[in-house]
């Protein structure tokens, strides 16, 4: 559309959205299917799309293949980028270990025990990473190239001139998309983030994060553990929250290649200015979404999206626009959480980041955009029907066709009348003027006179035979050579450029009249076909005539060639001068007769091939059995194409609209929104312009338009079947839907009233007018629902904020609309500034920010009911091995907080006491991973508990299923230290003097809990710091190192 001068101009930044994995895949598919339903294209000139995944089905999130719904706004391919991991490339990796350093500083070789995998990241989120990792040079490519074309200077002109969108390239945004449950998003979305941020570093980055709970509400499936690892490193990486030498932790890795991780490249964060988390309900007492309609909620994110950037909800967008800006302030926040245990004096601060938050949007809304695709589809199908349409054959049918088709087939000679027969006369006209016959008379007479003059000659008989013979027949009427050159001059006119050139202008000819029939309204294939048959009916019976004559002429040839013989006997008796040139005169008079006949025998003959060809041509069909054994004919010629295009019309291109149709009906209503759809919709919309119902008049227009301005069908209904022959009924399908688009603009002006039609359907005073109203109040409130584990309200729930805006059409109705506006007042408990929008749809939207990943609900079963039991199980959930450095995302509650602390106290004093033993353990793939065992000397046989990792061990001493073990290993450690002599105390304390500087343990807090067990010890005997000083000068002396070249030292056993 050309740009309204009198319309404000919207401004927009360059926006890349990246879908990765199955549901941003989806999401995205439904945005683009927003925009193709409003603008006819899939995406506009300044906002790129970029779709990875692991699994190259290029199926919907159902599981379900692509239907035309989505197929019509698939990607591009430059617009997705499949990075599908095989088995090769595993085993690859895998027996080359040293050859990808930067690639197994983090992969955990174990995996090699998988063996292959399928169809995605078999939800192992180091798959995806390693796809990431793999294909690095081509993400790298298409998002610099998408970056590139979103930033065009000649695409945002464009874009201002066709849809009013004024692009500031002053910043650019993006956005990421995707879930936390798998393998794929989850797995790579960290890497994506910096990557975008490595080639820009002022990007703008959001993130869409889906839940688990979308998927499943079984707390122990793995993806329940995928999402708390990825969210737990999302944290650490976003927001790097500690200083000194413990932010270097925080610091992402830049080693997509071997010279980047050579170079140790890194990133700080935060990568994400935004991260919002959506799950499966709405923060107010809507219900949840079932897992079966995951889609109604990749539907809802779309539409987020399509307000702030599709241009039809300017004033909606410019809202979100500033009020995110208010925003802003909440996201630099963070939560210190300080936790006491049973250390006098000390305290374990945790810190939590505030930049997250979540989205919601619902809509009451009369879906005109669906309405219009419908008509569309119906119109594609009505033209198509339009053209199939039987019509009548006229009465005086047979004379229309004498009149104007027999005339430009150069059938004039009608079989049975004329004399020559059919063609014939065509056939014999030669050139120059001059017909084959007078060329053959002409032949004859130039010798007569000199024959005549000889007649008194001996020879004459002689030399008369071997003219007629020779000069006559073989020259002009021979066709007995095989070499076809060596014919007759006049056999060679007939065949070689009569017949021949006929044929072609006769076929030509008939392909325009069949042609124009069949694109002529009224004919079609009806009449077209009725022409045909008439004009085979009269061709073969044409042929029939030419066929006896052809017989009689050759009777009277061959008297003719009898008379001659008998009249050369002649002469040999006679020898009178004047008697003997009479008869020599009525040889070459009966000589010319016969070679006449012989010619018209040829024309003929001529004549009934160039009819065979012609019946051929138009189609006499072939006889053939069926399975059963009976006779059926099957069409031939250009019957069986006529025939072939109207099947295919009838069977292949007309459904498919249809079909469209029929399907679009047949969409679920999202459970998010409100439908004000009605069956007389489609009825009223299938207008014209004026206003004009869409009736047959109309489809002729449109018929006749749509081969003018298509291009690709070939310039008419005839034509178009070599469209249909080279690529299908779904490129006519394609042309036709995109003219009936083109043809109905108007429809994209044409609403309905929302508020009107809702305050018409339910009564405003009525139950069901105030259900509907909080249906859509609650569902517009943002997907993240209040959790009920413990959260700490009054400390991680400080900086939160919350916009939410009613976007209402400013020139509905007065009375319904104050109406309306008084009943959502009194509904909610909350301020709903009020927005303008467009009549056929009320928004409820919302946005949180400022809250940390605390505050997901159901976290605390993510990570009890999944996550540790996956790891206790050896599965590999993290995207690094090293996942010690990752801390907890959940508030303790002080219960919690004691074991923790006890936790934290218990294991370091253990482990500095040589009560718990640190070693490596050998893993698959030749790996070695540090462990904690403990040696329970209560037991018969002695035998090591493997506590597991440092993590799991902590974790293990903190179930309530533990006591006895804790209790084992504190006696023991009690037991240990109470035995020490004052060297040893002094080494105690060196000890955890050491740790705590060193944090050699690898956990922060059990050095801080070391730091202040030291400062105990030195409070309550002085005596011991100089002592202890001069101990850790030489700790290698005297302490044991394990594992070996560990840097961790305790005391020796005893």
Wanted: aromatic share 8%.
């Amino acid at each position: 559309m050309a740009t309204d001068n009198n319309k404000r101009v919207i401004t927009q930044h360059p926006t890349l959205l990246i879908g990765l994995g199955g549901t941003g895949k989806q999401v995205l598919l439904q945005l683009r299917r927003m925009f193709f339903d409003h603008y006819g294209v899939p995406t506009l000139g300044h906002i790129g799309h970029l779709w990875v995944d692991t699994d190259t089905r290029n199926r919907t999130l159902d599981g379900n293949a692509l239907s035309w719904f989505y197929e019509q706004v698939n990607f591009q391919a430059r617009e997705s980028v499949m990075v599908e991991l095989t088995k090769s490339d595993l085993r690859n990796y895998f027996s080359q270990q040293k050859s990808y350093p930067n690639i197994f500083s983090w992969l955990d070789p174990s995996l090699e025990k998988h063996g292959e995998i399928s169809d995605g990241a078999a939800q192992i989120r180091m798959f995806g990473r390693l796809a990431f990792f793999k294909h690095y040079p081509r993400i790298r490519q298409a998002l610099q190239t998408t970056l590139d074309d979103i930033r065009n200077s000649a695409r945002h002109m464009e874009t201002l001139r066709d849809h009013g969108i004024q692009v500031d390239a002053s910043r650019t945004d993006a956005w990421l998309v995707m879930s936390v449950a798998g393998g794929t998003g989850s797995g790579m979305f960290l890497d994506m983030a910096f990557a975008l941020k490595y080639l820009d570093p002022n990007i703008t980055i959001r993130g869409i994060i889906v839940l688990p709970s979308v998927f499943t509400r079984e707390y122990n499936h793995k993806i329940f553990g995928n999402s708390y690892a990825a969210l737990m490193e999302l944290e650490h990486y976003n927001y790097a929250k500690d200083t000194g030498e413990a932010a270097a932790s925080h610091l992402f890795p830049v080693q997509w290649t071997l010279d980047q991780y050579q170079s140790r490249q890194t990133l700080r964060g935060p990568v994400f200015e935004m991260a919002y988390l959506v799950g499966n309900k709405p923060d107010s007492p809507a219900g949840e979404l079932r897992v079966d309609q995951k889609t109604a909620l990749c539907d809802m994110l779309a539409e987020c999206l399509f307000v702030e950037y599709g241009g039809r909800s300017e004033a909606m967008a410019q809202d979100w626009a500033s009020k995110r800006s208010n925003l802003q302030d909440s996201l630099a926040n963070v939560v210190s959480l300080p936790y006491h245990g049973a250390i006098e004096g000390f305290t374990v601060t945790e810190e939590f980041s505030c930049r997250y938050g979540s989205i919601g949007l619902s809509k009451l809304h009369v879906p005109i955009q669906r309405v219009a695709a419908l008509v569309r589809h119906r119109l594609a199908q009505d033209m198509v029907k339009h053209w199939v349409e039987p019509a009548s054959v006229p009465s005086n049918f047979d004379s229309l066709i004498a009149s104007d088709y027999h005339p430009r087939l150069m059938m004039r000679e009608q079989a049975g009348g004329g004399r020559a027969g059919l063609f014939v006369r065509e056939l014999g006209r030669g050139t120059g003027g001059a017909s084959l016959e007078q060329l053959l008379r002409q032949s004859v007479e130039r010798r007569r006179e000199e024959f005549l003059r000889s007649a008194a000659n001996p020879d004459i008989g002689s030399r008369l035979t071997e003219w007629l013979q020779t000069e006559m027949l073989r020259d002009q009427l021979d066709k007995t050579n095989p070499d076809r050159k060596k014919w007759g001059v006049l056999t060679r006119l007939i065949l070689d450029q009569g017949l021949e050139n006929m044929f072609s202008q006769i076929s030509e000819e008939l392909d325009r009249i069949v042609g124009a029939m069949v694109n002529s309204p009224g004919q079609r294939f009806t009449l077209t076909r009725e022409l045909l048959r008439r004009l085979f009916v009269t061709l073969e019976a044409g042929r029939q005539v030419l066929v006896t004559q052809v017989q009689r002429t050759r009777l009277q040839s061959e008297r003719r060639r009898q008379e001659i013989a008998k009249r050369l006997n002649w002469l040999n008796g006679i020898r009178g001068r004047f008697t003997r040139k009479t008869v020599v005169d009525v040889i070459i008079d009966l000589s010319a007769d016969y070679l006449l006949q012989e010619l018209r025998a040829q024309l003929c003959e001529a004549a009934i091939d160039l009819c065979g060809r012609l019946s051929d041509l138009i189609g006499r069909g072939t006889v053939t059995q069926d399975i059963s054994g009976k006779e059926i004919l099957v069409e031939t010629g250009i019957v069986k194409q006529l025939s072939h295009l109207e099947q295919i019309l009838i069977e292949d291109l007309a459904p498919m609209p249809g079909n469209h149709v029929d399907s679009l009906r047949q969409l679920p209503e999202s459970p998010i929104n409100i439908s004000l759809l009605e069956e007389n919709d489609l009825r009223d919309f299938y207008v014209t312009r004026d206003n004009k119902p869409l009736d047959a008049a109309a489809l002729v227009d449109l018929s006749s338009r749509f081969f003018e301005e298509t291009t690709d069908a070939g310039g008419g209904l005839w034509e178009m079947r070599e469209l249909l022959q080279r690529d299908g009924s779904g490129k006519a399908s394609e042309l036709l839907l995109t003219f009936a688009r083109r043809a109905t603009p108007h429809l994209d002006e044409r609403t309905v009233d929302a508020i009107d039609r809702f305050s018409r359907k339910y009564s405003a005073d009525g139950q069901e007018y105030s259900s509907m109203l909080q249906r859509l109040l609650n569902n517009g409130m943002p997907w993240l629902n209040a959790p009920r584990h413990h959260v700490m309200e009054d400390k991680t729930l400080a900086h939160r904020k919350l916009n939410i805006s009613l976007g209402i059409c400013p020139t509905s109705p007065e009375v319904a609309r104050r109406n309306f506006l008084k009943r959502m007042e009194n509904n909610s408990t909350l301020s709903l500034p009020n927005v303008d929008n467009r009549p056929d749809c009320v928004y409820v939207a919302s946005e949180m920010a400022g809250v940390p990943l605390a505050v997901t609900p159901e976290l605390d079963r993510y990570r009890d009911l999944s996550y540790y039991t996956s790891l206790r199980n050896g599965l590999a959930l993290h995207i690094d091995v090293d996942y010690e450095k990752f801390q907890d995302i959940l508030v303790r509650n002080a219960e919690d907080a004691v074991r923790y602390i006890d936790a934290l106290h218990l294991v370091g004093t253990a482990i500095l006491a040589n009560v718990i033993r640190m070693d490596r353990t050998q893993r698959t793939g030749g790996t070695q991973r540090m462990e904690l065992f403990y040696i329970d000397r209560t037991s018969v046989m002695n035998d090591p508990i493997n506590l597991g990792a440092l993590k799991l061990a902590l974790r293990r001493l903190q179930e309530a299923g533990s006591e006895g073990l804790r209790r084992n290993i504190q006696n023991d450690t009690d037991r240990r230290i109470r035995q020490m002599n004052d060297t040893e105390r002094a080494r105690w304390l060196a000890l955890l003097r050491y740790h705590a500087r060193h944090k050699s343990l690898g956990n922060s807090s059990i050095a801080s809990v070391l730091e202040r067990l030291a400062e105990q010890l030195e409070r309550s005997d002085p005596d011991l710091v100089e002592l202890a000083r001069q101990q850790v000068e030489r700790i290698g002396d005297w302490a044991v190192e394990q594992p070996s070249n560990s840097g961790i030292y305790c005391l020796a056993a005893r």
